[in-house]
C-alpha cells in the first residue's frame, strides 16, 4: 500500500482547501507539502501587515519577471507566499469573485460545467458573508467576508461622490446580483483578523489523524510510472525523500510553481525540457504557456483633507493605533489601504466591465526600495486613485531556466504586447482624471503629484505608463484547462491530458484571468476541483 492516499504539493490558497475537503470523511490519508514556514506571524495575522509582508523572504518567493521591452526595460516584481496560506496569507485580502462572463468565457472555451451558474454554487460554499447569504452569497462558509464600508476612511465617500458625478453607479454588492458599480471593497478579514486558506481550512482541519502536513519541504519532481503519476520527491533539510500516492497526486503551487515543477518533473515543451536534461515524460508544448497578469498603475495626489498619513505618519499616531488595534481589533490596522473601487465600463460602447478602480486613502511618494512599510507614509496628506484594465490580451511564459529546481524561474510576461492593451491602460489612466475633476474630488485635491498636470497628450501619458505601471499580482493560466491536449494542459477535471493521476488545481489552471482579484476564484477551483476528486472516487 502507499504511503498516502493523496499528495497535495503546496499549501497555498488552494492547497490548504483541498486538504481540508479530502480529509473531511476520514476515509483518506492525504499528505500536504509546503516549501515555507507556518503562518503563525503577527504580521501575517494583523491586515495592514501584510505591507511587511511585501518583500521578506521569510514568507515570500520574491520573484522577478525579465526586463520587458514594454516596461521601458524594467523588469516587474512578483511576491508570491512561500508560507502556509500561500499569497493568501500576504496579500490585500480584497475579496472578488469576477464578472459572470469570465466564466461564460471559461465554459465557451470547452469547458463544461465551469460557466457562471456552475460555479456560483462553489462561491457560495466557501464564504460567509458579514450582511447574511442570499441567492448570490453564502453564510455557511470557512471564509468571512467583512465589509469595510462602516469602518474606511471618510475621504472614500468623497471619491464614490466624485465617482457618481463622473457617471458611474453605485452597486450594492460586486460580489452579488449587480457586478458592475463602484463600491467600497470587501475584504476576507474577521474580528480585526486576516482569514486566509490556512486560517479558514487548513488549521481547523490539522488536527485530523488522517491529515499530515510538512513544512519546509520543496519537492522536487513528480514521480512517474510510465504516464502516472506515483508520487513526489521533495527535500526536508539535508535528506531527500520519496513518498507514494495510491489514487492521485494534486499540484497546487500556483501559477508559477506548478508549470515550473512539471517541467522540472518531464511534463512541458520537449526542447526545452532536452535543454537542461529532463527526461520527457510528455511532451506539452502548452505548460507555462498562456501566461496572463493584470498590470496596473496609480496616480498620486496631495490633499488638503487629511489622510491615512495623518494617522499612520507620526510615530504618536501609530502608537496610539497600535494600541487601539491590540485592545479593540479595530482601527485602520485592521483594514487593507485598498478601501474603495469597483468595475466600470471605460466607455459606454464596452460590452462589459473592463476596469477595476482602486481608492486608497494613503500615499507612499518615494518608497525605499525592497520596503513597503505600509505604516510609514508620505509626511503630508496624500492618496492613490489606480485602476487595471480587467482582461489583458497580452500572454507570456513561465519556464525553467536551469535544471536546478532552486534556481529561479524565468518568467516574461509580454506585458503591452498588443494595441488593445495599451489602449485599455489609456482608456482606463483616463477614468482617474476624470473622477479627480468632479467637484467632489476638487474640493479635496491640492494637485496631482504623479504623474502630473504636464502629462496630457496620449504619447506621454502611455510613456509614463510604460515607466510607472506593475504588476498587481495576479499571475494565472500557465496550466490553462480546456479540451485541446496541444494548446492546454488539464481537461475539465482539471486532469493533466494524457498523464493518469495526475491534477493541477490552482490560478494556473485558469483559462483567462478573471476581472479582478484572483485569490477568491482560486478557491472556488479548489472548492470544485476537491468535489471533482470525491465524485470521481465515487
Not at 453564510?139 to 467576508?145: I, L, Q, S
Not at 513597503?372 to 485602476?387: A, S, V, Y
Request: proline fraction near 6%.
Amino acid at each position: 500500500m502507499a504511503d498516502f492516499d493523496f499528495i497535495i504539493i503546496g499549501a497555498g490558497s488552494a492547497g490548504c482547501l483541498l486538504a481540508n475537503r479530502l480529509t473531511e470523511s476520514g476515509r483518506f490519508r492525504v499528505l500536504l507539502l509546503e516549501a515555507g514556514g507556518s503562518d503563525r506571524r503577527f504580521m501575517i495575522r494583523m491586515p495592514i501587515g501584510y505591507g511587511h509582508s511585501f518583500y521578506n523572504p521569510a514568507v515570500n518567493w520574491r520573484f522577478e519577471t525579465g526586463p520587458q521591452d514594454a516596461l521601458a526595460g524594467r523588469t516587474s516584481y512578483w511576491p508570491r507566499g512561500k508560507v502556509l496560506g500561500g499569497s493568501s496569507s500576504i496579500n490585500a485580502m480584497v475579496y472578488v469573485r469576477g464578472q459572470r462572463n469570465d466564466f461564460e468565457d471559461w465554459r465557451a472555451a470547452g469547458n463544461v460545467g465551469w460557466g457562471w451558474d456552475d460555479v456560483l454554487p462553489y462561491f457560495k460554499s466557501i464564504e460567509t458573508f458579514e450582511r447574511g447569504g442570499d441567492a448570490w452569497r453564502g453564510d455557511k462558509g470557512e471564509v468571512f467576508v467583512t465589509d469595510m464600508a462602516p469602518a474606511v476612511h471618510p475621504l472614500c465617500g468623497d471619491w464614490l461622490r466624485a465617482a457618481e458625478q463622473a457617471g458611474f453607479e453605485r452597486t450594492v454588492d460586486y460580489n452579488g446580483e449587480k457586478q458592475e458599480g463602484i463600491s467600497v471593497y470587501q475584504i476576507s478579514a474577521r474580528n480585526g483578523f486576516r482569514v486566509s486558506s490556512a486560517t479558514a481550512f487548513l488549521h481547523p482541519a490539522s488536527r485530523r489523524p488522517n491529515l499530515k502536513v510538512i513544512t519546509k519541504a520543496l519537492v522536487t519532481r513528480i514521480l512517474f510510472d510510465g504516464q502516472t503519476a506515483i508520487g513526489v520527491e521533495f527535500e526536508e533539510g539535508n535528506e531527500r525523500r520519496q513518498v507514494l500516492a495510491d489514487r492521485e497526486v494534486i499540484l497546487a503551487a500556483g501559477a508559477v510553481q506548478s508549470p515550473t515543477l512539471l517541467q522540472h518533473s518531464g511534463i512541458g515543451p520537449g526542447a526545452l525540457l532536452q535543454k537542461f536534461g529532463k527526461p520527457v515524460v510528455k511532451d506539452m508544448p502548452a505548460v507555462g504557456r498562456n501566461l496572463q497578469d493584470h498590470l496596473g498603475i496609480d496616480y498620486l495626489y496631495r490633499s488638503r483633507r487629511p489622510t491615512l498619513n495623518s494617522l499612520l505618519r507620526p510615530w504618536s499616531g501609530r502608537v496610539m493605533l497600535g494600541a487601539r488595534y491590540v485592545l479593540f481589533r479595530d482601527g485602520p490596522l485592521s483594514l487593507s489601504v485598498n478601501q474603495a473601487g469597483g468595475f466600470v465600463k471605460s466607455s459606454p460602447d464596452q460590452e462589459h466591465v473592463d476596469t477595476q478602480l482602486y481608492f486608497s486613502p494613503v500615499s507612499y511618494s518615494k518608497p525605499t526600495p525592497g520596503v513597503r512599510r505600509l505604516t510609514m507614509p508620505d509626511p503630508f496628506p496624500g492618496f492613490f486613485i489606480g485602476i487595471q484594465p480587467c482582461r489583458p490580451t497580452s500572454r507570456g511564459s513561465i519556464e525553467i531556466g536551469s535544471p536546478d529546481i532552486k534556481a529561479s524561474p524565468v518568467i516574461e510576461p509580454n506585458y503591452l504586447a498588443t494595441p488593445e492593451d495599451i489602449q485599455s491602460m489609456l482608456a482606463s489612466v483616463r477614468l482617474i482624471r476624470r473622477i479627480a475633476e468632479q467637484p467632489a474630488m476638487q474640493a479635496v485635491i491640492i494637485d496631482e503629484m504623479t504623474p502630473g498636470k504636464d502629462v496630457q497628450n496620449e504619447q506621454d501619458i502611455i510613456a509614463d505608463i510604460r515607466a510607472r505601471s506593475g504588476s498587481v499580482f495576479h499571475a494565472s493560466c500557465t496550466c490553462r484547462m480546456g479540451p485541446a491536449d496541444g494548446t492546454s494542459v488539464v481537461d475539465a477535471r482539471l486532469r493533466v491530458h494524457g498523464i493518469d493521476r495526475l491534477r493541477v488545481i490552482d490560478a494556473s489552471v485558469f483559462p483567462n484571468v478573471t476581472s479582478g482579484n484572483t485569490n477568491t476564484p482560486t478557491l472556488m477551483v479548489a472548492e470544485k476541483g476537491a468535489a471533482m476528486i470525491l465524485e470521481d472516487i465515487r
